[in-house]
């Protein structure tokens, strides 16, 4: 199938199209054949579009607040620690509602469980923009409220395209897709930056999204589809949808796919690290200019934080080039190397963590060398976005994919970047309250609580690397027949002979 959905592959019935069964190995009805669900390539490209333009916003809500933080410590007098425990709280609010967004997206209408987190996250960001320096623990509360309707989105949105694409272009529009997590990071820092930097109020930064993400409610009730679960491939239990398994069920699978569980774990390094640098980075940067001369101190709000703008900006390049990078070597190279998207994710996680390391021990020494080391790290960073999604829907059967994504999304936050913001600020005070107090002890302090994630990320590396072992054997699993897969007729034949079907397909493809 070239694009989206179309009346060339209707979704059957429970007793086939038309009310009969089609049999094992008999053909699709030919084009003319009245389809129960179809949808033309244009409407499955323009819903993408409205769904890459929501993951944009999404982003934007995760680091806004990270590029006014100096101005958000100074209203609410809150430490690194206590700084870096907003975002475990937006976080950890994230990682606990995931699950149940999960299990709804798997059985009800997504497009509804969607809205409903757009319309939640962004007005709480509203609200926040109003709370007195008084209440910050309200403050606190609100980030927590964002990340709950963040996860509604976060699960769900990549099984909509699942269902819309299929094989290579299916890769290529999960690549444009998580473009947008980079970009709307480096957007969020740059928002945040600039509004502060026109208005002298870091709040109106709170208060122009969600005018945007209206929009964005609008556009996602319009035009985006809720298709059948597995309406893509034409799979028999996924799009006809048979017996429903229960949630304990598809976990119990989802631990036993290897593949899963160690793309899972590698995910959980890569959120550690973009987590940790995420929030901490601009503030880094800074102190890392003070540190050389190049800008005085900070220590009364509006503060003028030009490595917002620069990290923000070198976040979106490096992003757009590294996940364009990765998707389309992992599509040119899984045709001759069928382990290709594992091993691509671990040789660029491998190749980021020195650079993460040289980025850091360069900074009090060059700065220039530091901005150059960081931007290659996170090049080589972003190469996994589109192809982490990829492995999940390819080794995934399409019932279980909302569960899947969502358990990813618990585990890689609870241990990765649920806790890697505030454990930096946590040992970056530590290690403060042992020193004199001065700007360079300060710098020093946060740097050394950095070192950390060059060693997570090459863990990180590994994590793929078990994946490669076992890729083959679960994605020929999940393409079985009675597991919600691709009937024979819909495959091509070099998907089979690298899962090893091929005989058992010949048959039914030679039936007229």
Same mark, same amino acid.
């Given at each position: 199938?070239?694009?989206?959905?179309?009346?060339?592959?209707?979704?059957?019935?429970?007793?086939?199209?038309?009310?009969?069964?089609?049999?094992?190995?008999?053909? #699709?009805?030919?084009?003319?054949?009245?389809?129960?669900?179809?949808?033309?390539?244009?409407?499955?490209?323009?819903?993408?579009?409205?769904?890459?333009?929501i993951?944009?916003?999404?982003?934007?809500?995760?680091?806004?607040?990270?590029?006014?933080?100096?101005?958000?410590?100074?209203?609410?007098?809150?430490?690194?620690?206590?700084?870096?425990?907003?975002?475990?709280? =937006?976080?950890?609010?994230?990682?606990?509602s995931?699950p149940?967004?999960?299990?709804?997206?798997?059985?009800?209408?997504?497009?509804?469980?969607?809205?409903?987190?757009?319309?939640?996250?962004?007005?709480?960001?509203? &609200?926040?923009?109003?709370?007195?320096?008084?209440?910050?623990w309200?403050?606190?509360?609100?980030?927590?409220?964002?990340?709950?309707?963040?996860?509604?989105?976060?699960?769900?949105?990549?099984?909509?395209l699942?269902?819309?694409?299929?094989?290579?272009?299916?890769?290529?529009?999960?690549?444009?897709?998580?473009? =947008?997590?980079?970009?709307?990071?480096?957007?969020?820092?740059?928002?945040?930056?600039?509004?502060?930097?026109l208005?002298?109020?870091?709040?109106?930064?709170?208060?122009?999204?969600?005018?945007?993400?209206?929009?964005?409610?609008?556009?996602?009730?319009?035009?985006?589809?809720?298709?059948?679960?597995?309406?893509?491939?034409?799979?028999?239990?996924?799009?006809?949808?048979?017996?429903r398994? &229960?949630?304990?069920?598809?976990?119990?699978?989802?631990?036993?796919?290897?593949? =899963?569980?160690?793309?899972?774990?590698?995910?959980?390094?890569?959120?550690?690290?973009?987590?940790?640098?995420?929030?901490?980075?601009?503030? =880094?940067?800074?102190?890392?200019?003070?540190?050389h001369?190049?800008?005085?101190?900070?220590?009364?709000?509006? #503060? &003028?934080?030009?490595?917002?703008?620069?990290?923000?900006?070198?976040?979106?390049m490096?992003?757009?080039?590294?996940?364009?990078?990765?998707?389309?070597?992992?599509?040119?190279?899984?045709?001759?190397?069928?382990?290709?998207?594992?091993?691509?994710?671990?040789?660029?996680?491998?190749?980021?963590?020195?650079?993460?390391?040289?980025?850091?021990?360069?900074?009090?020494?060059?700065?220039?060398?530091?901005?150059?080391?960081?931007?290659?790290?996170?090049?080589?960073?972003?190469?996994?976005?589109?192809?982490?999604?990829?492995?999940?829907?390819?080794?995934v059967?399409?019932?279980?994919?909302?569960?899947a994504?969502?358990?990813?999304?618990?585990?890689?936050?609870?241990?990765?970047?649920?806790?890697?913001?505030?454990?930096?600020?946590?040992?970056?005070?530590?290690?403060?309250?042992?020193?004199?107090?001065?700007?360079?002890?300060?710098?020093?302090? $946060?740097?050394? &609580?950095?070192? #950390?994630?060059?060693?997570?990320?090459?863990?990180?590396?590994?994590?793929? $690397?078990?994946?490669?072992?076992?890729?083959?054997?679960?994605?020929?699993?999940?393409?079985?027949?009675?597991?919600?897969?691709?009937?024979?007729?819909?495959?091509?034949?070099?998907?089979?002979?690298?899962?090893?079907?091929?005989?058992?397909?010949?048959?039914?493809?030679?039936?007229?």
């Amino acid at each position: 199938m070239a694009g989206g959905m179309s009346a060339e592959y209707p979704e059957p019935g429970p007793g086939g199209p038309q009310g009969q069964s089609p049999g094992p190995g008999r053909q #699709c009805p030919p084009p003319t054949t009245p389809a129960p669900w179809s949808l033309p390539r244009w409407r499955a490209y323009v819903a993408a579009a409205v769904l890459c333009y929501i993951n944009l916003l999404n982003y934007m809500n995760w680091f806004i607040i990270a590029g006014v933080l100096l101005d958000v410590q100074e209203v609410f007098q809150i430490s690194d620690s206590h700084a870096g425990l907003l975002q475990t709280v =937006f976080i950890g609010c994230l990682l606990l509602s995931a699950p149940v967004f999960g299990y709804l997206g798997d059985r009800y209408s997504r497009k509804t469980t969607m809205s409903f987190g757009i319309l939640l996250w962004s007005g709480a960001g509203l &609200s926040s923009s109003f709370i007195s320096p008084r209440y910050s623990w309200l403050f606190f509360l609100s980030r927590g409220v964002v990340g709950t309707g963040s996860a509604s989105y976060a699960t769900i949105a990549p099984t909509v395209l699942g269902d819309l694409f299929v094989r290579d272009e299916r890769t290529r529009v999960l690549a444009v897709f998580y473009i =947008f997590i980079p970009v709307g990071s480096g957007l969020g820092y740059v928002l945040g930056s600039a509004v502060t930097t026109l208005t002298g109020n870091w709040r109106w930064a709170l208060r122009i999204m969600p005018c945007l993400e209206a929009v964005a409610l609008i556009l996602l009730i319009l035009l985006v589809p809720d298709p059948p679960r597995g309406a893509a491939e034409t799979q028999g239990e996924g799009a006809a949808g048979g017996s429903r398994s &229960s949630w304990c069920e598809d976990v119990r699978y989802l631990g036993k796919n290897w593949s =899963f569980v160690w793309s899972t774990l590698g995910v959980t390094a890569m959120a550690f690290v973009t987590g940790a640098l995420g929030f901490w980075a601009p503030k =880094f940067l800074l102190e890392a200019r003070v540190v050389h001369g190049l800008q005085p101190p900070c220590f009364q709000e509006p #503060c &003028s934080n030009p490595d917002s703008l620069i990290f923000g900006s070198l976040t979106i390049m490096t992003g757009v080039i590294g996940v364009i990078l990765g998707a389309e070597a992992a599509r040119r190279y899984k045709k001759v190397i069928p382990r290709a998207e594992p091993l691509i994710c671990a040789s660029s996680l491998l190749a980021t963590a020195p650079c993460l390391y040289l980025a850091l021990v360069l900074a009090p020494t060059t700065l220039l060398a530091s901005y150059v080391f960081l931007g290659l790290g996170e090049l080589l960073l972003s190469c996994n976005w589109a192809v982490v999604a990829d492995i999940l829907l390819s080794v995934v059967v399409p019932r279980c994919r909302g569960t899947a994504e969502a358990l990813q999304i618990t585990v890689g936050h609870i241990l990765g970047d649920a806790g890697s913001p505030y454990l930096t600020g946590l040992i970056s005070s530590v290690l403060r309250a042992r020193r004199p107090d001065s700007y360079l002890q300060r710098f020093l302090s $946060l740097q050394q &609580s950095f070192l #950390c994630c060059a060693f997570i990320i090459a863990l990180g590396g590994g994590c793929f $690397l078990l994946t490669a072992l076992y890729l083959e054997r679960d994605e020929a699993r999940a393409w079985q027949p009675g597991t919600g897969t691709p009937d024979s007729n819909d495959v091509d034949s070099n998907d089979l002979e690298r899962q090893g079907l091929l005989s058992g397909a010949a048959a039914s493809a030679e039936e007229p």
